[in-house]
């Protein structure tokens, strides 16, 4: 895809190259011709409008393609990211979002500007001095001279620039994370009665961000304006070069003319590479970091043993990796035989029926799932949004059990795996579960239970200590 | 302030556009003024020009895009604190409804997109303007009959863009957006659902729909490429035909025509042509400002709740009593709570038991002023509720809740919080008193990081940072809010019996709020709430 691109791009450059001396051949002649108060040659009129047909069709063509090259390695891309295995230490889930998102769309610039641009800028350069090597050979000679001067102040500066860039890029994804923060915690600072003082410091971040980006600003800009001085400062050189040529007669009038036209495809192009670079590396440091993902894909499935028949309890202290180990058999090589409920409850925009059951629907296994999981208070048709919203901390809980409990029935499966089932949930509904746990494990399932609630085991519970 | 740097950018702008117009009308006037081979002192005034022009032009450009950048900034820390400050009025009980939380998480990109409208848009209309008029009157003056044909030319092309980007964007630039955020959200819900969306076998339907949005984003994508590439070839139209009309009409009129004017009436649209096109990506930036613009307003311009505006101008000294009679308080959502009726005086302590969804989160509400009464009455030492000043009756009353709020930075920065004028000492013996100074004096003490949004700390520890604060702050009504959710049971009552001695102690009432009957009987009176 990417390579048939850049063949397409390389076409559309020489095509648009040509084009350009068509054009400014076509306009210097006439002007010549007709300053000289001759009839101009009726052959221009095709080859202006040829060139500039030509011109409007490549531009529209160009646009119209690196915008479909872009949505079909975005869409490539997202498919491969999220197909990938997502319990991995290398990638935190926020991470993965903004890159399926925000930094794949950053790509747009990489393929439809700065890839465009960088071929044009390959090919058109070297054309333009030759052209004016076969037109005008001392011309050329400027050129050779000056051109070079672009990138060299574009490598000098960059490098002047780089580190005081990232450190600029830095404070402001502070300030981002500091106004995310501010505005979680906002009900802490109103306790405190420190929202003044907090929009203060807000105020501050603000203010200590533009003076840095400004001081960054006064580099970076500078580079610019020494690009767009050396650019100007060349076709002004040149163009005062072949005046004085012209008063001694040394040069015809149409050949300075087309070279007038012609000078600004020499510098031009080079550098507005560096603009759009800067544009589109946000785009590329998403796809290079997308392409390790893929390459680096982690499948780090130890193989656990899963729990025998009878209902077993985990405990242990904070931290001690009951959840990882319950994890590591929940998505282990058997996972199609476990039915798992994680510490979150985690549900789904949708009715609580549809939490509960997916698209499947058996009801008896769901009536048989409600039940266990002490679902008495819940209508089935509450509707929740994606935050659980809708449902108290408990009921929430108690739903996302039945959950685990109908994929155990429908499934007829032999383990279920429960992370902190009851942890929200009151007294009486709690002991109420646990038996119909027991109840479950008595029937020959492997029922296992992670769990800070003690009180709540029983002398005959087989006790694993993490 | 930044209204005058923003006037005196646009005006640097508007001279940078006119310098390029001026360096390429002096340089083919240079050439074709050479060609008639004068002497070279009718040239001089020409080199000097295109020499002063470059220059010129680009010192312009840099000093232009300096002043607009920091007057952009100026603005933007306005813009962040204004909305800081709206986000504060209505914090918490007006953030959760789910609208708001969805904006809240793109007021950050929306501040910054807003800033191309003065970054990007006004400079790019200004110079399209300056370079359009100021061709106008360089043509009128050499012949006015070109400057009419080429005020007709520009007059149909600056239509034709206009208009051709309003369609575009109606069609494209608010649909993308639109289609982005959904596939943001489908995507988060993918990420961060993954393993729940796994378990179930749900995850291909997820996919599905990720799949789906993102060919029709694709297709509105290619849409707005289409209307982009169209706005491109008709400014590149227009380019080619004012150097055709330019062309004749200095063809037919040659004979009046001084020779080395025919060079500038030809090129000039080349200039021009550089600002043109540059309003296409300048229409775009302003219709994605105005989107990001309008979605801010929204929040800011949305009114308060009344339920959520609650302060009176009474200054509130210690906690003596409290009295809930018959109080009712009703959520934006609409939803109504009853309260039970209790009481409570200074040291003494009750718990409000029940199950989850019966509302013993509002009464904590209440008595924060983050809710107001809506029914009957809540009597704080002897006056409504209602009639003290936030600031003077928070510095009173604390909440601890269920979800213990910790700020990014140090255990140190956390305490500062409470207590900005608390020495070393006071704040080791507090954090000794709930149980936190062992493990933070193994780190690195009252310098330990904890981590964003608390993510070093587990959930008990940050339940007892919580505490801390609360006990610094010498507030002499406490009320705890299912303290203890995450904190190890065992841990639990300990901690929590060492908490309301240390309050008794001090005199501080405390209302303990749970749905453990176990962690209720610490307090010296219960009060029992049912659901509706």
Same mark, same amino acid.
């Given at each position: 895809?990417?390579?048939?691109?850049?063949?397409?791009?390389?076409?559309?450059?020489?095509?648009?190259?040509?084009?350009?001396?068509?054009?400014?051949?076509?306009?210097?002649?006439?002007?010549?011709?007709?300053?000289?108060?001759?009839?101009?040659?009726?052959?221009?009129?095709?080859?202006?409008?040829?060139?500039?047909?030509?011109?409007?069709?490549?531009?529209?063509?160009?646009?119209?393609?690196?915008?479909?090259?872009?949505?079909?390695?975005?869409?490539?891309?997202?498919?491969?990211?999220?197909?990938?295995?997502?319990?991995?230490?290398?990638?935190?889930?926020?991470?993965?979002?903004?890159?399926?998102?925000?930094?794949?769309?950053?790509?747009?610039?990489?393929?439809?500007?700065?890839?465009?641009?960088?071929?044009?800028?390959?090919?058109?350069?070297?054309?333009?001095?030759?052209?004016?090597?076969?037109?005008?050979?001392?011309?050329?000679?400027?050129?050779?001279?000056?051109?070079?001067?672009?990138?060299?102040?574009?490598?000098?500066?960059?490098?002047? !620039?780089?580190?005081?860039?990232?450190?600029?890029?830095?404070?402001?994804?502070?300030?981002?994370?500091?106004?995310?923060?501010?505005?979680?915690? /906002?009900? !802490?600072?109103?306790?405190?009665?420190?929202?003044?003082?907090?929009?203060?410091?807000?105020?501050?971040?603000?203010?200590?961000?533009?003076?840095?980006?400004?001081?960054?600003?006064?580099?970076?800009?500078?580079?610019?304006?020494?690009?767009?001085?050396?650019?100007?400062?060349?076709?002004?050189?040149?163009?005062?070069?072949?005046?004085?040529? /012209?008063?001694?007669?040394?040069?015809?009038?149409?050949?300075?003319?087309?070279?007038?036209?012609?000078?600004?495809?020499?510098?031009?192009?080079?550098?507005?590479?560096?603009?759009?670079?800067?544009?589109?590396?946000?785009? %590329?440091?998403?796809?290079?970091?997308?392409?390790?993902?893929?390459?680096?894909?982690?499948?780090?499935?130890?193989?656990?043993?899963?729990?025998?028949?009878?209902?077993?309890?985990?405990?242990?202290?904070?931290?001690?990796?009951?959840?990882?180990?319950?994890?590591?058999?929940?998505?282990?090589?058997?996972?199609?035989?476990?039915?798992?409920?994680?510490?979150?409850?985690?549900?789904?925009?949708?009715?609580?029926?549809?939490?509960?059951?997916?698209?499947?629907?058996?009801?008896?296994?769901?009536?048989?799932?409600?039940?266990?999981?002490?679902?008495?208070?819940?209508? /089935?048709?509450?509707?929740?949004?994606?935050?659980?919203?809708?449902?108290?901390?408990?009921?929430?809980?108690?739903?996302?059990?039945?959950?685990?409990?109908?994929?155990?029935?429908?499934?007829?499966?032999?383990?279920? /795996?429960?992370?902190?089932?009851?942890?929200? %949930?009151?007294?009486?509904?709690?002991?109420? %579960?646990?038996?119909?746990?027991?109840?479950?494990?008595?029937?020959?399932?492997?029922?296992?239970?992670?769990?800070?609630?003690?009180?709540?085991?029983?002398?005959?519970?087989?006790?694993?200590?993490? | 302030?930044?209204?005058?740097?923003?006037?005196?950018?646009?005006?640097?702008?508007?001279?940078?556009?006119?310098?390029?117009?001026?360096?390429?009308?002096?340089?083919?006037?240079?050439?074709?003024?050479?060609?008639?081979?004068?002497?070279?002192?009718?040239?001089?005034?020409?080199?000097?020009?295109?020499?002063?022009?470059?220059?010129?032009?680009?010192?312009?450009?840099?000093?232009?895009?300096?002043?607009?950048?920091? #007057?952009?900034?100026?603005?933007?820390?306005?813009?962040?604190?204004?909305?800081?400050?709206?986000?504060?009025?209505?914090?918490?009980?007006?953030?959760?409804?789910?609208?708001?939380?969805?904006?809240?998480?793109?007021?950050?990109?929306?501040?910054?997109?807003?800033?191309?409208? *003065?970054?990007?848009?006004?400079?790019?209309?200004?110079?399209?303007?300056?370079?359009?008029? #100021?061709?106008?009157?360089?043509?009128?003056?050499?012949?006015?009959?070109?400057?009419?044909?080429?005020?007709?030319?520009?007059?149909?092309?600056?239509?034709?863009?206009?208009?051709?980007?309003?369609?575009?964007?109606?069609?494209?630039?608010?649909?993308?957006?639109?289609?982005?955020?959904?596939?943001?959200?489908?995507?988060?819900?993918?990420?961060?659902?993954?393993?729940?969306?796994?378990?179930?076998?749900?995850?291909?339907?997820?996919?599905?729909?990720?799949?789906?949005?993102?060919?029709?984003?694709?297709?509105?994508?290619? *849409? $707005?490429?289409?209307?982009?590439?169209?706005?491109?070839?008709?400014?590149?139209?227009?380019?080619?035909?004012?150097?055709?009309?330019?062309?004749?009409?200095?063809?037919?009129?040659?004979?009046?025509?001084?020779?080395?004017?025919?060079?500038?009436?030809?090129?000039?649209?080349? $200039?021009?042509?550089?600002?043109?096109?540059?309003?296409?990506?300048?229409?775009?930036?302003?219709?994605? #400002?105005?989107?990001?613009?309008?979605?801010?307003?929204?929040? +800011?311009?949305?009114?308060?709740?009344?339920?959520?505006?609650?302060?009176?101008?009474?200054?509130?000294?210690?906690?003596?009593?409290?009295?809930?009679?018959?109080?009712?308080?009703?959520?934006?959502?609409?939803?109504?709570?009853?309260?039970? *009726?209790?009481?409570?005086?200074?040291?003494?302590?009750?718990?409000?038991?029940?199950?989850?969804? #019966?509302?013993?989160?509002?009464?904590?509400?209440?008595?924060?002023?983050?809710? $107001?009464?809506?029914?009957?009455? =809540?009597?704080?030492?002897?006056?409504?509720?209602?009639?003290?000043?936030?600031?003077?009756?928070?510095?009173? =009353?604390?909440?601890?809740?269920?979800?213990?709020?910790?700020?990014?930075?140090?255990?140190?920065?956390?305490?500062?919080?409470?207590?900005? *004028?608390?020495?070393?000492?006071?704040?080791?013996?507090?954090?000794?008193?709930?149980?936190?100074?062992? +493990?933070?004096?193994?780190?690195?003490?009252?310098?330990?990081?904890?981590?964003?949004?608390?993510?070093?700390?587990?959930?008990?520890?940050?339940?007892?940072?919580?505490?801390?604060?609360?006990?610094? $702050?010498?507030?002499?009504?406490?009320?705890?809010?299912?303290?203890?959710?995450?904190?190890?049971?065992?841990?639990?009552?300990?901690?929590?019996?060492?908490?309301?001695?240390?309050?008794?102690?001090?005199?501080?009432?405390?209302?303990?709020?749970?749905?453990?009957?176990?962690?209720?009987?610490?307090?010296?009176?219960?009060?029992?709430?049912?659901?509706?």
């Amino acid at each position: 895809m990417v390579r048939r691109w850049l063949v397409v791009l390389v076409g559309l450059g020489l095509v648009g190259s040509a084009a350009s001396v068509a054009l400014a051949f076509s306009i210097s002649n006439f002007i010549a011709e007709t300053a000289a108060g001759k009839v101009f040659s009726v052959s221009l009129v095709p080859l202006f409008l040829t060139g500039a047909a030509t011109k409007v069709a490549v531009s529209y063509f160009q646009e119209l393609y690196a915008t479909k090259v872009s949505v079909e390695v975005k869409m490539q891309l997202r498919k491969e990211l999220l197909a990938q295995e997502f319990v991995r230490g290398d990638v935190s889930p926020s991470e993965l979002v903004i890159l399926a998102t925000r930094g794949l769309d950053a790509l747009d610039a990489y393929f439809g500007k700065f890839l465009p641009q960088f071929v044009y800028a390959i090919l058109v350069t070297p054309i333009t001095v030759a052209v004016f090597f076969l037109v005008d050979p001392l011309s050329s000679i400027i050129l050779v001279f000056t051109i070079p001067l672009i990138p060299l102040f574009m490598v000098f500066i960059g490098r002047a !620039t780089q580190a005081e860039q990232e450190r600029q890029f830095d404070s402001l994804t502070r300030l981002g994370k500091h106004f995310h923060e501010v505005v979680r915690g /906002l009900a !802490t600072l109103k306790l405190f009665n420190r929202t003044d003082y907090q929009s203060k410091v807000l105020g501050d971040v603000s203010e200590n961000l533009r003076a840095r980006t400004m001081k960054v600003l006064r580099i970076s800009f500078l580079s610019g304006f020494a690009l767009e001085l050396a650019a100007s400062l060349s076709v002004a050189l040149l163009a005062v070069t072949i005046g004085f040529r /012209l008063l001694e007669g040394q040069i015809a009038f149409f050949v300075a003319m087309f070279l007038l036209m012609m000078a600004p495809d020499a510098y031009l192009p080079i550098r507005t590479i560096g603009a759009n670079y800067h544009a589109s590396s946000e785009g %590329i440091a998403a796809a290079s970091r997308i392409l390790d993902l893929l390459e680096s894909n982690p499948s780090d499935a130890l193989p656990a043993r899963l729990p025998a028949a009878g209902f077993e309890v985990w405990i242990g202290p904070s931290g001690s990796g009951k959840t990882r180990k319950m994890e590591q058999l929940a998505f282990g090589p058997e996972m199609e035989a476990v039915a798992w409920m994680p510490q979150e409850a985690t549900l789904l925009a949708g009715s609580v029926r549809s939490n509960i059951v997916g698209d499947s629907l058996d009801s008896e296994s769901l009536g048989w799932a409600t039940r266990m999981a002490a679902l008495d208070d819940v209508s /089935l048709e509450i509707e929740i949004d994606d935050y659980g919203r809708g449902l108290s901390g408990g009921q929430a809980q108690r739903v996302s059990l039945a959950r685990a409990l109908y994929r155990l029935k429908s499934h007829s499966l032999g383990v279920l /795996l429960l992370d902190e089932p009851t942890s929200s %949930i009151d007294m009486e509904r709690s002991t109420a %579960i646990w038996n119909n746990l027991r109840e479950i494990a008595g029937s020959g399932v492997a029922v296992s239970v992670i769990t800070h609630q003690i009180e709540l085991i029983q002398p005959s519970d087989r006790v694993v200590n993490v | 302030m930044y209204k005058a740097r923003f006037v005196f950018g646009w005006f640097i702008s508007g001279l940078q556009s006119l310098s390029s117009l001026a360096l390429l009308a002096t340089s083919s006037w240079l050439l074709s003024r050479a060609a008639q081979q004068p002497s070279v002192m009718y040239l001089s005034i020409a080199v000097v020009g295109v020499r002063a022009f470059a220059l010129s032009k680009a010192f312009f450009r840099y000093s232009e895009r300096l002043v607009l950048h920091d #007057a952009t900034f100026r603005k933007a820390t306005k813009l962040r604190v204004a909305i800081y400050e709206s986000l504060v009025k209505r914090a918490p009980i007006g953030l959760r409804d789910t609208k708001l939380g969805s904006l809240i998480s793109s007021l950050v990109d929306d501040v910054d997109e807003i800033q191309n409208l *003065d970054l990007r848009y006004r400079p790019a209309l200004i110079q399209a303007v300056a370079t359009t008029l #100021a061709t106008l009157i360089l043509f009128s003056w050499l012949t006015p009959n070109l400057a009419i044909w080429m005020a007709i030319c520009l007059v149909t092309v600056f239509a034709a863009t206009y208009s051709l980007s309003v369609v575009a964007a109606k069609k494209t630039t608010g649909g993308i957006s639109v289609r982005r955020n959904e596939m943001a959200v489908e995507v988060q819900r993918f990420v961060e659902k993954n393993r729940v969306l796994k378990t179930y076998g749900w995850n291909q339907r997820s996919s599905d729909r990720i799949e789906s949005s993102a060919v029709k984003l694709g297709e509105l994508e290619l *849409d $707005a490429a289409r209307f982009g590439g169209m706005l491109q070839s008709v400014l590149q139209l227009f380019l080619f035909g004012s150097v055709v009309v330019a062309a004749f009409i200095a063809h037919a009129s040659g004979a009046l025509l001084p020779p080395e004017q025919i060079a500038v009436l030809v090129l000039i649209p080349l $200039a021009l042509f550089e600002y043109l096109m540059g309003l296409p990506a300048a229409l775009q930036a302003r219709k994605k #400002a105005e989107i990001a613009a309008r979605r801010v307003e929204d929040l +800011m311009q949305s009114e308060v709740p009344p339920h959520l505006q609650v302060s009176g101008s009474q200054e509130m000294a210690r906690f003596s009593e409290l009295q809930f009679i018959g109080a009712c308080a009703t959520y934006p959502s609409g939803r109504e709570v009853e309260l039970p *009726d209790f009481e409570l005086r200074a040291g003494g302590s009750v718990s409000i038991v029940g199950p989850s969804g #019966a509302g013993k989160s509002t009464i904590a509400n209440i008595l924060v002023q983050f809710l $107001a009464v809506s029914n009957g009455i =809540v009597l704080l030492n002897g006056k409504p509720i209602g009639d003290y000043e936030q600031a003077s009756l928070r510095s009173e =009353v604390g909440l601890l809740t269920q979800n213990a709020e910790v700020l990014s930075g140090t255990i140190r920065a956390n305490l500062a919080l409470a207590a900005p *004028d608390a020495t070393e000492e006071e704040f080791k013996k507090i954090l000794e008193l709930v149980h936190l100074w062992p +493990m933070l004096d193994a780190r690195e003490g009252l310098d330990t990081e904890v981590g964003s949004a608390g993510s070093n700390l587990s959930g008990g520890e940050a339940q007892r940072l919580s505490m801390a604060r609360n006990l610094l $702050a010498e507030k002499s009504l406490l009320i705890l809010d299912e303290p203890t959710s995450s904190v190890e049971p065992a841990l639990a009552k300990e901690l929590l019996s060492n908490l309301l001695n240390a309050a008794q102690e001090s005199g501080v009432a405390i209302i303990l709020i749970t749905h453990d009957s176990e962690i209720a009987v610490l307090a010296q009176e219960r009060v029992q709430v049912t659901t509706h």
